[in-house]
Nanobody, 125 residues
Framework: QVQLKESGGGLVQPGGSLRLSCVAS????????IGWFRQAPGKEREGVSS????????YYAESVKGRFTISRDNAKNAVYLEMSNLKPEDTAKYYC??????????????????WGQGTQVTVSA
């Protein structure tokens, strides 16, 4: 079964940290660029970060630059999102997805497919 599965979400206080994992099954994640997205209630899905395949080049939304770090471990068929200095506005459900090879944007959800079920991140005191 071809799928992505996110984990690592939870409840954290402002200023805290979390590490999200995105693990692939049924296919080799190393051949694809992977993106992380988030969606808060009543808001549109937002691109957070993405990582390319060969060079491992990374992309970040302005709102998370300097706080979030994306990485990949192809041997473990996984991509991670390290989140630090979390803020209440980071509260959302976080998803990972596979970027289509013919896509033109790196944080545009329209060029991503094979979405996981998501993991909830709540930042609250």
């Amino acid at each position: 079964q071809v799928q992505l599965k996110e984990s690592g979400g939870g409840l954290v206080q402002p200023g805290g940290s979390l590490r999200l994992s995105c693990v692939a099954s049924g296919f080799s994640l190393g051949y694809f660029a992977i993106g992380w997205f988030r969606q808060a209630p009543g808001k549109e899905r937002e691109g957070v970060s993405s990582i390319s395949t060969q060079t491992g080049h990374t992309y970040y939304a302005e709102s998370v630059k300097g706080r979030f770090t994306i990485s990949r471990d192809n041997a473990k068929n996984a991509v991670y999102l390290e989140m630090s200095n979390l803020k209440p506005e980071d509260t959302a459900k976080y998803y990972c997805a596979v970027r289509r090879p013919d896509g033109t944007g790196w944080l545009d959800s329209e060029v991503y497919t094979r979405w996981g079920q998501g993991t909830q991140v709540t930042v609250s005191a």
